[in-house]
């Protein structure tokens, strides 16, 4: 089954940090652009961050704060780091997989898609 699963969500408090992780299972993940995009309550998807293949990297122009995305080909991982939380940063975060570059925000733009997890960034 072809599939990415989100973890690493929970409830922060402002200037904390989390690592979100996402894994691959069947499919060659080595072969895919792997990118993070969240959802802010009542906006629309923001893209956030994308990986290459071999590791080049890539953000979105409008994000502040901390934000590092990286990978682990061999265990068909990737991770997002994110440091300084605000409460704007609540969210649902997907990573999402797809062969080519892209910096679309429409689910269909993407070969594979995750289901999420919560973030909530509250004191």
């Known amino acids: 089954q072809v599939q990415l699963v989100e973890s690493g969500g929970g409830v922060v408090q402002p200037g904390g940090s989390l690592t979100l992780s996402c894994a691959g299972s069947g499919f060659t993940f080595s072969d895919y652009w792997i990118y993070w995009l969240r959802q802010i309550p009542g906006q629309g998807l923001e893209w956030m961050a994308a990986i290459s293949t071999f590791g080049a990297t890539a953000y979105g122009e409008s994000l502040e704060g901390g934000f590092i995305i990286s990978r682990d080909n061999e265990e068909a991982k990737a991770y997002l780091q994110i440091v300084y939380l605000k409460p704007g940063d609540t969210a649902v975060y997907y990573c999402?997989?797809?062969?080519?570059?892209?910096?679309?925000?429409?689910?269909?733009?993407?070969?594979?898609w995750g289901r999420g997890t919560q973030v909530t960034v509250s004191s």
């Open positions: 999402a997989a797809e062969k080519r570059f892209t910096r679309a925000t429409l689910t269909f733009e993407y070969e594979i």
